[in-house]
């Protein structure tokens, strides 16, 4: 078989028959996506998440949010009542780092 519908290639992924919805695309040479496909040099490679490691360079830079965390973390340790907590340190902390990673991130994308 040289052609198959488009929507028939798409099949293999796990969207629910009932909320898929086929588009009329014309046909797709199936040999012309298999050779795009072998072509393709990284196709066989793993996908790394360059995230990961923005998010490591940066932390040096985001030292002061990371101190006050971990001392608010020291100042509540022997809170019983539950009440006291750090989530806006914490927040603050990787919103320092989310702000040094963004601009690199989608340059790589």
Excluded at 1 to 7: I, Q
Excluded at 33 to 44: E, M, Y
Excluded at 70 to 75: G, L, T
Aim: one cysteine or more; charged letters at 25%; a neutral charge.
């Amino acid at each position: 078989m040289d052609e198959v519908p488009v929507h028939l290639l798409f099949i293999g992924y796990s969207i629910p028959k009932s909320q898929f919805v086929f588009y009329s695309f014309g046909l797709l040479n199936s040999r012309a996506l298999a050779a795009s496909i072998a072509l393709d040099p990284r196709a066989d490679e793993e996908l790394v998440d360059q995230k990961k490691y923005l998010e490591e360079a940066c932390k040096p830079k985001c030292v002061k949010p990371l101190i006050q965390y971990q001392s608010c973390i020291k100042r509540i340790k022997d809170d019983e009542s539950g009440h006291k907590h750090c989530t806006g340190q914490y927040f603050d902390y990787w919103s320092c780092i989310d702000h040094c990673v963004a601009p690199r991130l989608f340059e790589k994308i």
